[in-house]
């Protein structure tokens, strides 16, 4: 890819790396078919997937598959960026109400 990079941009440059952080997956043919999708946790560096109603952690190793359909990248330092520029994404995020996450 460093033939499109910018002219002063260097080898080795870490602003220069994105990670995959989420892949939409779709089985089936054009006119019918399934997605699914891989999603990484920003906080805890786990994979997992998603499909209709359930949620499985995987390997990393098993989110790279003939099913990708879209692959989803951010620039590795875009938290370091943001919390420069004073925006803190942790301090918005919503946060599900944790006595309605513990019924039983």
């Known amino acids: 890819m460093s033939?499109?990079?910018?002219?002063?941009?260097?080898?080795?440059?870490?602003?220069?790396?994105?990670?995959?952080?989420?892949?939409?997956?779709?089985?089936?043919?054009?006119?019918?078919?399934?997605?699914?999708?891989?999603?990484?946790?920003?906080?805890?560096?786990?994979?997992y997937d998603f499909d209709d109603s359930r949620v499985n952690q995987v390997e990393a190793s098993e989110v790279c598959t003939n099913a990708a359909y879209n692959l989803f990248f951010r620039k590795r330092d875009w938290h370091e960026n943001n919390k420069k520029n004073g925006i803190d994404f942790d301090t918005m995020a919503i946060k599900p109400d944790m006595d309605l996450v513990n019924l039983k």
């Open 3 to 47: 033939k499109y990079m910018r002219a002063d941009a260097k080898v080795g440059d870490d602003s220069m790396l994105y990670d995959c952080y989420a892949v939409s997956n779709h089985y089936g043919s054009m006119g019918f078919g399934h997605y699914t999708a891989y999603s990484k946790n920003s906080l805890t560096d786990k994979w």
